[in-house]
């Protein structure tokens, strides 16, 4: 058994406290307009210190995201890939993940999802946190791949961007509310699954037209 140094003990309860500083003041202020020296500031330790454990602001944004990301990615991979679920099913279970995920993290949804963002779809994004995010967008993309019956291409992209934008929209709709995700969802729950209904009927109907035009 290996046990660690005072010393080390020191170094990982230095690196907690930098990132609870940064969480907080990104929540409070957005990442652009915090800098290092604040955050060096709210963790009680200088701004060289955090050097020591974090390359820059964006190393940071990772040690933050990552994580949380990851576990939300893992569990919408799960869903995707559960045999028993129709895709309608999958769809509806997929909706309540994200949004509970995101109002669970209101102060940092926005963090979590937009900063230092690149295109849903670039195939290789250049940061680790870019990827994770394209990989959970990717599976809403199979998901309406299935159910649409669309094949690859840009009306799947198109529809799955609209999509994404209906739960972002949802989600942005309840971040400064006072009431619990419980109690959104006791009261809202079905309001959800008709807007994602009427959603989907649309994308039949629009794609159903253009079948026919061509």
């Known amino acids: 058994m290996i046990i660690a140094t005072k010393k080390e003990l020191r170094a990982e309860e230095t690196k907690r406290a930098i990132i609870a500083a ?14 290092i020296r604040e955050i060096a500031k ?31 990615k893992g569990e ?3 869903l995707a890939k559960d045999a028993f679920l129709s895709a309608d099913d999958k769809l509806k279970r997929m909706n309540d993940l994200f949004i509970r995920f995101c109002l669970n993290n209101r102060s940092m949804y926005a ?15 250049e940061l680790d946190i870019n990827r994770v995010r394209n990989q959970m967008f990717n599976v809403i993309v199979q998901l309406l791949k299935t159910n649409l019956n669309l094949p690859e291409g840009e009306q799947l992209l198109s529809c799955s961007r609209i999509y994404f934008y209906m739960l972002r929209g949802i989600v ?3 971040t400064h509310s006072e009431e619990s995700v419980d109690a959104i969802f006791s009261r809202l729950s079905t309001t959800f699954d008709h807007a994602f209904e009427a959603l989907l009927i649309g994308f039949d109907k629009q794609i159903n037209e253009r079948r026919i035009d061509t």
């Open 22 to 35: 940064a969480e907080k003041l990104f929540g409070e202020r957005g990442y652009d307009s915090v800098s």
């Open 42 to 72: 709210e963790a009680g330790c200088s701004h060289t210190t955090i050097y020591i454990y974090f390359q820059d602001k964006e190393a940071l944004l990772h040690a933050l995201s990552m994580q949380p990301l990851q576990l939300l």
């Open 76 to 78: 919408l991979d799960t």
């Open 111 to 125: 963090i979590f999802f937009e900063v230092k963002s690149s295109r849903v779809d670039e195939l290789e994004p």
């Open 172 to 174: 942005g709709t309840y």
